[in-house]
């Protein structure tokens, strides 16, 4: 339940509790990991508000009046929950503090208000560990500011790319922060596709989703699957936005093989090579195959002759369980290895691509048994904390599901389409919902909490 905080300059050390909370006396109030003892009043009114002196409020260091959640532990009262956003590439600018990102933080943090709870951003820079604060971005109705808070309940992992989630700076403070702070984190990692193709290939209940998928590929395991499948895919494990993905399609005549990829002036481009030994030694042979999977070609369902397939966002929800919140198609553009957009692909939505309802309700069904399967076989292998996963599915000419890949950290591009606007909502409220019921149990239940 959600409640309106406000801030007195009446009274010392006091939090005055709506009658419906039957606390008094002497306790603890928390905010985030900064605790100070205090006297509750329960008052008469029926008013849905606490209201906490103003002495209080500062040696807790809440930054503002707003509204929050209320939870119990036995020794306790902990208002909030404070909820931080882990990322990089800040700037010094009080409009854009995020760059290019900062609109999509913006949006993010201001469903806040419909879940309850103060949420921020910071990076590296912005903890003080003297104090144990952090010098947190809040989106406010003035916009941008900057509030000085304690270390939050729960961390949602936001940074942007692999590259800077791997350097020792940012896996230090996780680690810190996690295992001394015992604060839990979630999404906290990139997705590498080849090991989570091997964590589901051992699960029963996802291993029909999988394509047939190895990593280190060689020539001879090329000619393999080749003879098997007659095209398959050659994907860099810790990819994204389709960079580095070769198509590779035996000719009918088995006397060539085509090769369709992106190159470094991000031209689509088709090639035709007499044998696979030429092809491997000009497109592979300086590249690091160690770092590269392969997998089975799928021949997806086609519309208006190209190929589709389709991105689906899971979150969990207020009570902990997986949704499906957003789906989408995605169009292959001309000559493109993939369906992504600055490869071509337009997104469209499921209307678009299957004009009778019958068969687009088939669609969607099975799209979501496969999305909720699959999340739940993730988090399941995982063993850590996932509040959203973004999946990339294929659907082959005989109706069956197949995942190309899972991403914890999911991108944005489906909702440029103006029907789409409304998921990118839910899934960002979704986030936010689960932040909540996250701290919730870490305070409530903190042995139910995967660490």
Known sequence: MMYTLKISEKGQRTVWLPSTIHISGQMEVLFGSYSAPCCFISRSDNQNEIIISNDLAKKLKIPFQSHVCLFLDEQSVHLGPLIGIFTAGFKKSN???IGKRTFFFAKLLAKEKEVGGF??????????WETGTINGYFYTK????????????????????????????FQQIKYKLKNEYLIPWFNENFFNKWEIYRMLQNHPSALPYLPETHAHPTEEMVQMMLKKYKHIYMKPADGSLGLGIYEIIEAKDKNSYYCRYRDEYEQNRLRKFPSLSSLWREIFTEKKMTHYIIQEGIPL????GRQVDFRIHT?????????????????????SVTTHIHNGGIVKTLDEIFEHEQERCFVTEKLKKAALTLSHCLEEK?????GEIGFDFGIDKKWNVWMFEANSKPGRSIFTHPKLKKYEELTTTLSLEYGVYLSEQIITNPEAIIT
Do not use: D, M
């Open 382 to 386: 995982i063993g850590a904390a996932v």
């Open 95 to 97: 409009i854009r503090p």
């Open 315 to 335: 979150n969990k929800n207020k009570s902990g369980q997986w949704q499906v919140s957003a789906i989408a198609a995605k169009v292959a553009g001309k000559g």
């Open 119 to 128: 949420t921020f951003i910071f990076g590296a820079h912005h903890i003080n």
């Open 301 to 304: 369902i086609r519309y208006k």
């Open 142 to 169: 003035n916009g941008w500011e900057q509030f000085e808070v304690p270390f939050p309940n729960v961390i949602y992992n936001r940074l942007p790319n692999r590259r800077t989630e791997n350097e020792a700076t």
